[in-house]
């Protein structure tokens, strides 16, 4: 399972960002043998966008092939573009190491 976590930073020990349309970064990571092995820290088009922000992002997480999105807060034009592509959103904040954690806990491989 491939995953895209909203991130203030560019490593798995930062914090989950606060808007997933504006987080500076995404880190794409995929689960085997329920564990997380980053594939890309991908940097956020959206970030700088003046509006639109979440839809760029949501259409760059599309492209990222991700099953699955790990943030705080998702708007309503991006959650309908994650819809879409049948990506589920899950909603966490504090670490993204601990948010990975549970998720893993939560949803085995």
């Known amino acids: 399972m491939k995953i ?3 991130s203030s930073g560019d490593s798995l020990s930062g914090d ?4 997933f349309g504006r987080c500076p970064h995404f880190i794409i ?13 991908a940097k956020n088009p959206g970030a700088e966008q003046k509006s639109g922000a979440g839809i760029t992002a ?6 990222k092939e991700a ?13 309908d573009i994650l819809k879409q592509f049948d990506i589920k959103v ?12 549970n998720f893993i806990e939560k949803n085995p491989q």
């Open 4 to 6: 895209a976590v909203s």
């Open 16 to 19: 989950i960002a606060g808007v």
């Open 29 to 41: 990571v995929e689960i085997v043998e329920n564990k997380a092995k980053i594939l890309e820290i």
């Open 58 to 63: 949501a259409k760059l997480i599309a492209e």
């Open 67 to 79: 099953d699955a999105v790990i943030a705080k807060s998702i708007g309503p034009r991006a959650m």
């Open 90 to 101: 899950f909603e966490a904040e504090g670490g993204i190491s601990q948010a990975l954690e």
